[in-house]
């Protein structure tokens, strides 16, 4: 019965800075089934986590996006969006970074589906 603490602190100590946050952001959340597309209609900006994801919060839904490329998501970097639908956010988007220090071109984001978390007592 003891090793079940040392495996899961052994576990956290393994976590990225940027797993670690979204942890805490999705702590008492479930997954739904995975989307190509999310509605951005009145909702916030995405929030990026270094090297982890990027989240967009709806209502109660956290949507999180673990994307093909997560190193090249850097909170010190600005994306630039081309969307194919002013409503939608969707995989086929397609997101460049460049740098805030000197405008330049720093990467692409390739996203994946975006997988909701909402609150376990609401999944019922």
């Known amino acids: 019965m003891l090793a079940a603490p040392a495996v899961q602190a052994e576990d956290q100590a393994e976590l990225t800075k940027g797993e670690m946050k979204l942890a805490k952001m999705l702590d008492g959340r479930v997954a739904g089934e995975p989307e190509r597309c999310i509605r951005t209609i009145g909702s916030r900006s995405i929030t990026r986590i270094d090297d982890t994801a990027l989240v967009y ?3 109660d839904t956290i949507w999180v996006n673990y994307t ?5 998501i850097d909170d010190s970097d600005y ?5 194919f639908s002013a409503t939608s956010l969707c995989r086929t988007d397609r997101i460049t970074t460049y740098s805030r220090a000197g ?9 994946d589906d975006f997988v909701p978390y909402r609150a376990a007592d609401a999944e019922g």
């Not at 093909?68 to 090249?72: I, N």
């Not at 994306?79 to 969307?83: A, K, L, Q, S, T």
């Not at 405008?103 to 996203?111: C, E, P, Q, Y």
């Open 57 to 59: 919060r709806d209502g």
């Open 103 to 111: 405008n330049f071109f720093s990467g692409v984001i390739f996203l």
């Open 68 to 72: 093909r490329s997560p190193g090249a």
């Open 79 to 83: 994306m630039v969006i081309d969307r």
